[in-house]
């Protein structure tokens, strides 16, 4: 290994050198941060400086560099040396452009400058290059749970890009619920009339595409590995079972029709002239072309009514919520489609869509004018009852217009009944309350991971996904979701669906082979190490794992399944002694950032603030505020963690140890509708700081002192307020008692 040898760069580019003294930090680069090489630039990101910092890695042997410059998310292929460890100290958006431009300032502005030049420099020293996956796989095989248009969409765009690609259907036949469609709602112009489903030529294309190899009636037996090496061991009809290597998976199962014999209140089990979607759609398609008959006697249909989110968004106190609580999204426009299978082939039959909220967005406002051009009756209306009347069934409904009570007869009623994902076993329903369901869930993955067989789910049975930043993702690495399966969706928001999981997972396998991590740090070579000798077997990283990348050996030590891992460093965050470290990020490299900085005494009336802020929605907010120039305090200084759940609490202790008068934690959101990126690390560092109090107490310090926030990308004008209120409070507080001790 080459001797470390560091370097420090000071840019005066951006208005840095009008503001602050760039000679000033080289010279602290120099003296305090002891960097054997410091150079001052006009632009660094021009040729010329980042020549010059190429020179000095070739010429000179620099190991280890520093770019006091700009914020670390910028310039990022300017500043691409592979072959160094490099930390980036923010002096534009961080200093310069967050501090007001008037010589009250100045002072303080320099001491902000100063004090990032020194946690650089402190940081970059406990930094080694990243080497990347030592356990790299190469497979790029890629497996599709599921035939319908969503995974047969997957299988051919993967297939057409050039990746070799498993597709495994229950069923006998591709197609799923759209083979049992007569026509699809429009997806191009003029969104007029009913289109062909398609299915056919797509499933005819899987079908003989070289590069897709197909097994029908086949279900998963069980899932084992990490990308670019899972084995899936696949059961076959006949009993026997076989088994494929592949590099990433996309579950791809669809949704099954919501049950209406749970309605009976809407006529379901009561006549047989109550059907829902689906069962219209076989009566069409039994009808050959002719008109459809009533099913109860084959009588002539004269009057349809639709009656929208039937057993759907159901959060009435009446039924205690036992329906779906959210919208299927694709109902309106099918509603609007079937009444055109009645008006297309007779315009006398009467057609009425009974709806609440009629919710067909975009291009499907041209459908619905097309559907009332064609003479459907739209009514919002609420229904109370459906009970059958002979051979007829008579429809009890407020008119939510007149508001009045109103009942008609129709010979046909269809129950836009919506979507349940088939997602598979939901890990967090204990097995006492599986015990009890009438349907028990059957696995589909069946994934021999310690957290459960299928991904976990949201609260509404669907396949968890960042759905803000990364639709595809799900909580186990390699592992995709697209279609019905992730959310509710119509043929067209599928087909997208799939095509995007396809090319993560073309991106899973190419990242996997080059032994770098997947989203959201998509390219990042570190990962982590754990020194053994010093771990105590408490189970806290295995546990706390959000990607189920941790197991243990048979003496009870943690094995890290690198290529399951997404990097966050939540088990580094978990650890209580600190054996667990990433080689560009650990305990030591914000540790020693914490404890470079200047620290005035008591008497200064110049606090220090630390702020931990996640690297991917409160850092980004901290520059853009810079970026418009939203003035905060100056006694701040913030240092970017991957995610809050990696933050271990010996950061707050040092820092309430080493004089700092208080600590701004500012992470995602946490919850249900979560939108932290590493999905449990918000949650975990607020259960961790939540036991901080005892320690501040037992210091004699106050609870204050320490506080967490939840921090969005959007909250550029939240931000700066949030840190000047508690640059008051501190303040109000008073001076670390603990400065003269530092």
Known sequence: MAEMKTAAYICSGCGIGERVSTAQMAKIAQKEGKMALVREHACLCDESGVQTIKDDIEKEAVTHIVLAACSRRVKTEA????TVAMARANIREGVIWSQPEDAEHAETTQEMADDYVRMGCAEV??????????????????????????????????????????????????????????????????????????????????????????????????????????????????GATVTEEVGALIQATGFTPYDMMKLPELGAGKSPNVVDQLGLEKLVKAANGGAVKRPSDGGEVKRVVFIQCAGQRDESQET????????SGHCCATSIKQAMYFKDAN???????????????????????????????????????????????????????????????????????????????????????????????ISILNLNYRQGKDMPQLKSGFTDSHFICFPYETRRTGIYAAGPVRRPMDMTQAIEDAT????????????????????????????????????????????????????????????????????????????????????????????????????PDEFSEKPRILILACEND?????????????????????????????????????????????????????????????????????YRMSKVDDTLKQMGLETERVATYEVAITDIERVPQLINDYAEKIKEIGMSPMKGFA
């Open 79 to 82: 500043f691409n040396f592979p």
């Open 125 to 238: 020293k406990k930094m080694k290059v990243p080497e990347g996956n030592p356990n790299r796989a190469s497979n790029k095989r890629i497996l599709v749970v599921g035939g319908g248009v969503s995974g047969m969409t997957s299988a051919l765009e993967m297939a057409e890009a050039g990746y070799d690609t498993v597709l495994v259907e229950k069923s006998g036949a591709l197609g799923g619920w759209a083979a049992e469609l007569v026509k699809r709602v429009p997806s191009q112009q003029p969104y007029a009339d009913p289109a062909d489903t398609g299915v056919a030529e797509l499933a005819a294309k899987v079908a003989a595409h070289p590069r897709i190899a197909l097994h029908l009636n086949s279900t998963i037996a069980q899932t084992d590995g990490a990308p670019g090496r899972f084995s899936v061991s696949i059961a076959q009809e006949s």
């Open 320 to 327: 205690e919520g036992r329906h779906l609580p959210y919208c």
């Open 347 to 441: 315009p006398d039959i009467d057609t009425m869509v009974m709806y609440t909220d009629l919710r067909v967005p975009g291009t499907g406002e041209d459908f619905y004018r097309s559907g009332q051009q064609k003479g459907v009756t739209f009514t919002k209306g609420k229904t109370s009852s459906v009970e059958a009347a002979g051979n007829a069934c008579k429809v009890s409904f407020k008119d939510l217009i007149l508001n009045e009570d109103v009942a008609i007869e129709a010979d046909l009623v269809v129950l836009a009944t919506g979507m349940v994902a088939n997602s598979g076993m939901n890990i967090d329903i204990p097995e006492e309350e599986v015990e009890k369901m009438e349907v028990k869930p």
């Open 500 to 599: 995007g999981a396809a090319m993560k997972a073309i991106q899973a396998v190419e990242n996997a082979s080059l032994g770098r991590a997947a989203h959201p740090r998509s390219g990042d070579l570190s990962y982590p190490i754990v020194r053994l000798e010093g771990c105590t077997q408490c189970k806290r990283c295995t546990v706390e794992c959000p990607f189920g990348a941790i197991d243990e050996d048979e003496k009870r030590f943690p094995v890290f399944n690198e290529s399951r891992c997404r990097r966050c460093g939540t088990c580094m965050g978990a650890c209580p002694v600190r054996v667990i470290s990433f080689e560009n990020y650990s305990v030591d490299t914000v540790g020693m950032q914490i404890k470079s900085v200047d620290m």
């Open 618 to 686: 409160a850092y980004p907010a901290l520059d853009m505020a810079g970026l418009q120039r939203k003035a905060y305090s100056a006694f701040v200084r913030a240092i970017p963690v991957r995610c809050l759940g990696s933050v271990n609490t010996i950061w707050i202790t040092d820092a309430l140890n080493g004089g700092w008068d208080g600590v701004m934690m500012m992470g995602c959101k946490k919850g249900d509708d979560y939108q932290c990126h590493f999905v449990k690390g918000s949650e975990m560092a607020s």
